[in-house]
């Protein structure tokens, strides 16, 4: 069977771009790849493209993925547009994973780009977002912020979480986005700040929330056999898992766990033949601080409820045994939506290469990293698990 | 190298649906194709799932491929929408097809589904649509029927095509789709009242466009080596080729040609092993009758200039030598948008089988299907060559 294996990858700075349109951030991303490919790359090599994007433009750019591809200068390519809301890139990774394993491609690109800040405010905020369940959740008058509170006051009661753990998670990511040069909220908080924050939906402050955010991300594939004829650091994709799960959170089985973040990452774990225990680092999806804490639970890094604990001791800081959100997250780094998925493979990518640009924050030792992103409120949702080592 | 069969297709009637939204005709297409497996299908088996669709019920419903699947009954398998205008569900088929091939999928359901008429006016006619370029041709005021007219009026210009030739295509499809008790516009029609019909965009009358359309389609999709388990009469997948092109038509190098289409169907016909005058049967994308004739040429059934031909000597009757669009086509079957593509493997399909319900458009001793499905003006383009025979 044919590996697969990560020569490249760009990502713009997240953040709020007035000065660029989908297609400048696309272009800024690609041509970082490109030019991130240790030993140069022709991008004509590339053969198709998977191109994620959940609002283009606001509904005003079609055929997306062939015009993306012809404004790098690289027409004619098989390009697609794969989306899943909130989960659309690691999805389009997926599927350009498994398109090269298929034996049919040696090179494929996968990108995210989301413009937010050109939405109708009453969009872009995702306040009333249509990626969860419309009929029965947002026609119905609740919205992200809703649901995830939702969501957050049942793990309290039924386990003990406290909001002070919410607010681990935001000083954690905070902590870390202040480090990044490319994040979105580049300033660190105190607990105090956090749990003083605004109520947007009880237990949730402004800080449980991730901002509003314009980025592209990318990322070149290549057959592992042919990777080290363009670098000496490929990063290999050991494993692969997707899953769905009801839209609804009044349709789930328990509305304090992930299924399908369970699901995805069991598949991702078994086809890299590993254990929560073996991952060195991970990008989880935390839109609101309670999906970290309820991801770490559907990953296996810690039982059922008890997620919690990996913020009091520290296990999931920079300095942990097992840092989480080394790049600031969803919550400080932003969040671009279609291009949220392949920007945490950019930020593992490089945490294997040992190649952070600003030291302070990079991981040491760390062999296998493991990426979770979600769709909605967990309607979909992918797990990647990469390694600097050949399987 | 792993082997793809289609083992069942569903299709709901093509036309106007008032009284079911986008979950119903889902379900309707979807249980018709589980219902199609010969000897019987558990859909729990489905592993992943392809859903194509463009406009999302007017961008109302998020994360729409997993919506579609908790609903008829099969929650938390892997799914995902693939989105290329016009052309979506074919890019699907091809994504669900690598999947298999890479060994690590047995079962994948690839589905479109369009609710053509829930949209705005202005949107659902597509008069305004989206999928070409919109800063260089819509925002300029150009619409597809106007750009399919300058492409109609250069190829007459080059190449001597007639408007008698587009209005052959009409006559040719609305007698198939009045032999086709899923077909939209089910009545024939003669050259004449093609001819006379109201003038869109000159030299298009209202019979050289398609309709507005909603519909479902399905298609499952299994391990070659499995296929007889669930069928004796599987349909085997010898190619898939798909490509891009500018989006807008002044940037390509000549109107008269579909150069996405031209590649994709290289690419098809070289994994598939055959040559243009091997195909007994195809589905081409006729959204406007030259759309067809230009197609001849670009699947190499015609000299470039010369699509015109097969008209005249009724190569492509459902009598002559190559029938295409049995089924009616986009033209006179109708185009629901991201339905349209696994809407015609669903009439290859049967084809291929001998199973056509309305035994006058039976095509009799076809070995050699093709299926040729664009997006937008030709922006994207995929082909798939379909077999009763295993490679």
Known sequence: MVD??????????????????????????????????????????IQEAYIATLETGGGQLGNMAALMM???????????????????????????????????????????????????????????????????????????????????NRHMYEHGTKREHLAMVAVKNHYNAARNEKAQLRFEITIEKALNAPMIAYPLTLFDCCPTTDAATTV??????????????????????????????????????????????????????????????????????IAEIIEYEACGFAPDGKGWKLLEDGTTTIKGKLPVNTSGGLKAKGHPIGATGTGQIYEIVHQLRGDIKEKERQVRDAHIGLTVNMGGSGGTAAAHILSNERR
């Not at 000065?19 to 991303?29: C, I, S, V, Y």
């Not at 909130?86 to 034996?103: E, M, N, P, V």
């Not at 996968?110 to 029965?136: Q, T």
Request: proline share 4%; glycine share 8%.
């Open 4 to 45: 697969v294996a990560i020569i490249g990858v760009g990502q713009t700075p997240f953040g709020t771009h007035p000065d660029k349109g989908l297609k400048e951030l696309f272009f800024d991303a690609f041509y970082e790849a490109v030019d991130d490919v240790q030993k140069g790359f022709d991008p004509k090599l």
């Open 70 to 152: 012809e404004n790098v200068g690289i027409p004619y390519v098989a390009a697609r547009r794969v989306e899943n809301a909130c989960g659309s890139s690691s999805f389009a990774f997926r599927d350009a994973y498994l398109a090269i394993k298929s034996g049919t491609l040696n090179f494929v690109l996968v990108a995210g780009v989301e413009k937010m800040n050109d939405l109708p405010r009453e969009r872009n905020r995702l306040w009333l977002g249509v990626s969860g369940d419309n009929e029965w959740e947002r026609l119905a008058g609740t919205n992200f912020p809703g649901i995830f509170a939702l969501m957050a």
């Open 220 to 289: 070149i594939l290549c057959r592992s056999d042919l990777a080290k004829n363009f670098t000496d650091i490929p990063i290999y994709v050991w494993g692969s898992g997707a899953a769905t799960d009801f839209l609804a959170i009044h349709d789930r089985e328990d509305i304090t766990r992930l299924k399908a973040v369970e699901l995805a990452s069991k598949k991702a774990y078994e086809e890299a033949g590993v254990k929560p225990s073996d991952i060195d680092l991970a990008e989880l999806h935390d839109c609101f601080t």
